[in-house]
Structures are given as structure tokens and as C-alpha cells.
């Protein structure tokens, strides 16, 4: 069986900002960064992913100063760095390359945020041909909610609601969600 690669999407200073809302989840760092721990013990393959957005104002831009990786979750020396400007790290990226080059064929995905840049990962990550496993609590969602008109409930939607559904619409069809502990226990 193929060792995973894994896959850490947007641990970035620029998800502490306000502006996002209610999150979910306090633990995704703490969870990613056990898991980071264990792939960096066993040297196994890990790659980090950074979102540089050009949208103006955006907390995830060079201008904001949100690119900079979350303490504990910060590349050590020799570790690859994705930067992508879109949802997707496969998209304007090496990263379907780079896995192929490596011989991967398995992923080991968690990051933030749930519903956006990870869910968008997983599944292109499957439709690739890779087997998917989503550390389902070392991500995290926010209650962010745009006015889009469609909704008479003008409350920002509750973020564990967001999460929970987000991860259930990728189990079994894009991956198999997995907790920290399990995924850390079933690695030989």
C-alpha cells in the first residue's frame, strides 16, 4: 500500500482575521499539526498550500499580510510550497505534477476552510485518480454568509452546520473523512 502524501490547504494568518465570522472547530490546528508531526517522524511526503489572493482587501493577500503560515503549521526547510490564487491547489499549480513525479497516489487533505478551498481540493484531487482521505476535524468553516438574496434568513448560517455538510457532500463519493486519531492509528 502507497504511503499518502499530505496535504495541508491555507493554514494562513489571514483566516484569524474578523471579517470571516463565527468558526467552528478551535482544534483544526492543533489536529493538522499532529498529523504533520507524524508525517515529518515517519519522513513521509507532505505538502503545504498557500492561497495568494489578488482579490483587493482580501485577508488571504500579500497587502493584508494574511500568506503567512500558522504557527506550528509553518514548511520546514526542504518542504514543498503550493501557492495558488484560485480555490483549487491543482489549478495554475505543479501540485498534479509534482504528486505524479513522486509516485503518489494516495492524499491525506486537510486545511482551511472546509466548504471553499478544501472541498474544491478533494474533489479534484479524486477526479485526478487519487485516493482521498479528509481529516475531517483538522479543517474548519466559518458562519460566512453573502446577501445573496435567496435566502429570508438574514443570520450567517451556524459554522459546525456548514462544516458538517460540507465534509458529508465529499465522504464516499470524493474520499473517505477520517478523525486525526483514526487516520494516526491505521498508519503503520
Known amino acids: 500500500m502507497p504511503v499518502a502524501t499530505l496535504?495541508?490547504?491555507?493554514?494562513?494568518?489571514?483566516?484569524?482575521?474578523?471579517?470571516?465570522?463565527?468558526?467552528?472547530n478551535p482544534r483544526a490546528e492543533a489536529n493538522a499539526a499532529a498529523l504533520l508531526a507524524r508525517w515529518r517522524d515517519d519522513r513521509a511526503p507532505r505538502v503545504h498550500v498557500r492561497h495568494v489572493s489578488r482579490?483587493?482587501?482580501?485577508?488571504?493577500?500579500?497587502?493584508?499580510?494574511?500568506?503567512?503560515?500558522?504557527?506550528?503549521?509553518r514548511p520546514a526547510p526542504g518542504e514543498p510550497v503550493i501557492e495558488k490564487t484560485v480555490n483549487a491547489a491543482f489549478i495554475g499549480t505543479s501540485l498534479a505534477?509534482?504528486?505524479?513525479?513522486?509516485?503518489?497516489?494516495?492524499?491525506?487533505?486537510?486545511?482551511?476552510?472546509?466548504?471553499?478551498?478544501v472541498s474544491t481540493t478533494v474533489r479534484m484531487a479524486a477526479n485526478l485518480g487519487f485516493a482521498v482521505t479528509l481529516a475531517h476535524d483538522a479543517c474548519a468553516a466559518f458562519a460566512t454568509n453573502?446577501?445573496?438574496g435567496w435566502s429570508d434568513d438574514p443570520a450567517p448560517?451556524?459554522?459546525?452546520?456548514?462544516?458538517?455538510?460540507?465534509?458529508?457532500?465529499?465522504?464516499?463519493?470524493?474520499?473517505?473523512?477520517?478523525?486525526?486519531?483514526?487516520?494516526?492509528?491505521?498508519?503503520?
Open 7 to 24: 496535504l495541508l490547504v491555507d493554514f494562513q494568518s489571514g483566516f484569524d482575521a474578523p471579517d470571516w465570522g463565527a468558526r467552528n
Open 55 to 73: 482579490t483587493p482587501g482580501s485577508p488571504l493577500s500579500h497587502a493584508a499580510g494574511g500568506v503567512a503560515f500558522k504557527p506550528g503549521l
Open 97 to 117: 505534477e509534482d504528486l505524479a513525479a513522486d509516485g503518489c497516489e494516495a492524499l491525506v487533505i486537510c486545511g482551511l476552510t472546509t466548504p471553499h478551498c
Open 146 to 148: 453573502a446577501d445573496t
Open 157 to 188: 448560517p451556524d459554522p459546525q452546520a456548514v462544516h458538517a455538510a460540507a465534509v458529508s457532500h465529499l465522504h464516499g463519493e470524493f474520499c473517505t473523512a477520517r478523525a486525526t486519531d483514526a487516520i494516526l492509528a491505521a498508519r503503520p
